[in-house]
């Protein structure tokens, strides 16, 4: 029947004081991360990036930061991208919005100051996606990092584009990162739950 070969693989969930998280999707990608490249911290970016601690055997933390969710409402539905022209790909101008987000990761002051950048004319109006993708990821790896040891292996699981930008914000902060494709991780993962569920 088809009814024997249907599984439902559950999600994740932290529930304490300090963390109340769940991941719904990404656990299938974490699995096959886990088996492309070993490591003790994952961080999987996205919509909603999630930073996983772990070992060989289990997964012990995870948290969640909406940092592609904010950069999204920040551009389309708020001050900081009202009026603005269509968007261009800047590398110095995320690079300027990382510099400011790693050094300044409490980013809240800083978010009007996007908007009034560009309206007095020091930052393009063109660009300002860029910069503050910059900033908001700064800001991210700047206060996440923290919770984490100099020695912990960390790998970045995604697509290339967010694996780049990622890549150059833990560089500037001295750290080397491992890279897995998001797609292959996620296949990898797929086939890990098939040979569990057949054995």
């Known amino acids: 029947a088809v009814g ?39 961080v999987m970016p996205g919509t909603h990036c999630k930073w996983v601690q772990t ?14 969710e904010l950069h999204h409402l920040l551009l389309r539905h708020s001050l900081v991208g009202a009026g603005l022209p269509e968007q261009e790909v800047s590398g110095d101008a995320y690079a300027a919005g990382l510099e400011r987000g790693l050094n300044s990761p409490a980013v809240l002051p800083s978010l009007f100051e996007v908007r009034a950048s560009h309206v007095l004319g020091h930052l393009a109006r063109e660009q300002v996606s860029d910069f503050l993708s910059g900033l908001l990821i700064g800001a991210e790896v700047a206060s996440m990092s ?54």
Not at 22 to 32: A, D, K
Not at 148 to 165: D, E
Not at 175 to 195: E, K, L, N, P, Y
């Open 146 to 199: 923290e919770s984490f040891a100099a020695q912990q292996a960390i790998t970045l699981v995604a697509g290339p584009a967010l694996i780049s930008r990622y890549q150059q914000a833990f560089s500037a902060i001295g750290r080397d990162v491992s890279t897995v494709d998001g797609d292959m991780a996620f296949q990898a993962g797929i086939r890990s739950i098939a040979h569990a569920v057949a054995n």
């Open 55 to 68: 070992d060989t055997q289990q997964i012990h933390d995870f948290r969640t930061v909406m940092t592609g």
């Open 4 to 42: 024997d070969n249907i599984w439902i693989i559950p999600g994740l969930c932290v529930s304490r004081e300090d963390n109340h998280n769940v991941m719904r999707g990404e656990e299938t990608q974490l699995l096959g991360a886990r088996e492309l490249s070993p490591s003790s911290v994952y």
